[in-house]
């Protein structure tokens, strides 16, 4: 079954100079498309502000959503608040600009913007590097307990250490 692909494309042709603004929403069905996301359940909220110029556009995207995830700690489901804002020109011109991810380049005869990928890459950029419960007594007070017991009976085979290992551990 082949996944139906959710594209954020701004036709821009007919648009007269100035600013436009845009709103994209985005669920779960998007992240699909991309076969290795981090994020597979999320509902995100995306306002384009695009400026449309003689010869680029400047474009500001403000993204606002919730991550469903579950916990590294402990596996309770969690929500993590996605919200920033991102700035990205967009120049016309042959080739590709790999100098920066706030430039990007199209052809001379596209008449529509693709901001897909931009925008999934934006939004992954805005996970946090741990996605954890932010005070450890928010966990599942039952894993928590397991976790001590475990980490308790590594530190009891560490004390544990034959004697010449210990002598070789000193010259360290």
Not at 21 to 36: G, H, S
Not at 84 to 102: A, H, N, P, R, S
Not at 136 to 145: E, K, T, Y
Request: glycine fraction near 4%; hydrophobic fraction near 35%.
């Amino acid at each position: 079954m082949k996944k139906k692909k959710q594209r954020l494309i701004i036709p821009f042709s007919g648009l007269k100079l100035g600013t436009h603004r845009f709103e994209f929403e985005i669920d779960p069905t998007f992240f699909e498309q991309f076969e290795y996301s981090i994020i597979q359940d999320a509902e995100v909220n995306v306002e384009v502000d695009f400026v449309k110029k003689a010869t680029l556009f400047e474009i500001e995207l403000a993204i606002d959503g919730i991550y469903h995830s579950a916990c590294d700690r402990c596996n309770d489901p969690l929500d993590i608040i996605l919200k920033g804002k991102e700035e990205l020109i967009v120049k016309f011109g042959d080739g590709t600009y790999d100098e920066t991810d706030e430039i990007k380049i199209i052809p001379h005869e596209a008449y529509e913007l693709d901001l897909t990928n931009e925008i999934y890459q934006f939004i992954h950029l805005m996970l946090p590097n741990k996605v954890a419960h932010e005070d450890i007594d928010d966990c599942n007070p039952d894993v928590i307990q397991k976790l001590e017991e475990i980490n308790q009976g590594k530190e009891d085979k560490e004390e544990n250490i034959d004697p010449r290992w210990a002598a070789l551990k000193k010259l360290k």
